[in-house]
């Protein structure tokens, strides 16, 4: 099975759907993203772009509100911070690395910071 995106026109996600591999190749079944965009094209209108469920292209596999970079033929997740800032590999990377000592934190925004859960 092959997986695509839809993609509006600011190359955000809008769906992700599932391919028949027969539906991605060529007359010798040798599967290729565009047969398989050109496919949904016509089944379901839109613009498409192939994921890998197992992030072997694209650096994620696509999901809802994420971004299609052209540039770094990447998905990129919504950023989740407004202070955190996107690596060379497509994650977004806190301006404070987290603590590594096995406890479970949350980043305050506010505080920039990480905060460990309370315990009584």
């Not at 072997?56 to 999901?63: F, S, T, V």
């Not at 919504?78 to 806190?94: F, G, H, I, R, T």
């Amino acid at each position: 099975m092959a997986h695509f995106a839809e993609i509006d026109s600011n190359n955000v996600v809008l769906r992700v759907v599932v391919v028949d591999n027969k539906d991605t190749a060529d007359a010798q079944g040798v599967e290729k993203e565009h047969i398989g965009a050109a496919y949904l094209e016509r089944l379901l209108g839109g613009r498409w772009v192939q994921t890998s469920y197992n992030n072997n292209i694209r650096k994620h596999y696509a999901g809802i509100g994420y971004t299609y970079d052209e540039g770094r033929d990447a998905f990129i997740p919504p950023k989740p911070y407004p202070s955190w800032v996107l690596d060379e590999d497509c994650n977004w990377q806190a301006p404070v690395p987290m603590p590594d000592d096995g406890e479970m934190y949350s980043w305050n925004e506010e505080t920039q910071s990480w905060v460990a859960p309370v315990t009584e």
